[in-house]
């Protein structure tokens, strides 16, 4: 059980191009979604919290107008990079948790790739 | 604020020997704290979590932590490494609950060899 399913993979596109990734719960509603970007060999840096039906809301430093979140439904959150440039580039992964004390389950991440 | 700390970037060990992977936290409250590892160009999977219950907590594939307050560490061991443990694995405490905002270390990559 608590499967989150990350789409696409991988997606390689050219610069000025908008890019949606979008996170599903499968098995479970996930009143909180939470969206992460990882550089290559380094950890994974929080951009945002988002719960259903609510604002996301942004870490420090991370443009809301570049990166849209919305979270809609109990089973779906979309990252939407606008406009997207070669600094863009990276590897995006979302997690979920349901209601309560349940623990964060992670989708298998997105490889983004500006030309 | 709370933090992690992992010491060492990366760890090599052979086949069969012991798997220790060092983690210190800093916490103004008692902490939720998490290993996950990491397989190449995938998402994180948790390894196990301590919650305020037993110190010693197992997890999956083998792995265990201890959680000791006086040293403000979690550190991460297996008995006998496997290949197939070469992963990164991240260390993580969480602010408010398990489904709280994570806070993770840096990550150890784990290389094991033959």
């Known amino acids: 059980g608590a499967v989150v399913s990350q789409h696409p993979s991988r997606v390689i596109c050219k610069s000025g191009t908008s890019v949606k990734i979008e996170c599903r719960s499968l098995?479970?509603?996930?009143?909180?979604m939470f969206w992460y970007r990882q550089f290559p060999k380094q950890s994974l840096m929080l951009m945002a919290t988002?719960?259903?039906?609510?604002?996301?809301?942004?870490e420090q430093g991370v443009e809301k107008d570049k990166f849209l979140i919305n979270h809609a439904s109990l089973t779906l959150s979309t990252l939407t990079v606008t406009s997207a440039h070669p600094e863009d580039s990276s590897f995006y992964i979302c997690?979920?948790?349901?209601?309560?004390?349940?623990?964060?389950?992670f989708g298998d991440g997105t490889r983004l790739s500006i030309l | 604020a709370q933090s992690v700390t992992q010491l060492g970037s990366h760890v090599s060990v052979s086949e069969g020997a012991l798997v220790l992977l060092r983690c210190n936290y800093s916490?103004?409250?008692?902490?939720?704290l998490f290993w996950y590892v990491q397989y190449p160009n995938q998402g994180l999977q948790l390894l196990l979590k301590?919650?305020?219950?037993?110190?010693l907590v197992k997890g999956i594939n083998g792995f265990e932590a201890e959680f000791k307050k006086s040293e403000t560490s979690f550190h991460l061991t297996k008995p006998s490494a496997h290949m197939s443990d070469a992963a990164e694995y991240f260390c993580?405490?969480?602010?408010?609950?398990?489904?709280?905002?994570?806070?993770f270390g840096q990550g150890t990559e784990l290389s094991v060899k033959p």
């Open positions: 997690s979920a948790k349901g209601t309560g004390s349940q623990p964060q389950h």
């Open positions: 098995d479970f509603q996930a009143t909180t």
């Open positions: 988002s719960n259903e039906g609510s604002k996301a809301t942004y």
């Open positions: 916490s103004s409250v008692p902490p939720y």
């Open positions: 301590y919650t305020s219950a037993a110190t």
């Open positions: 993580a405490v969480s602010d408010h609950n398990q489904g709280g905002k994570l806070i």
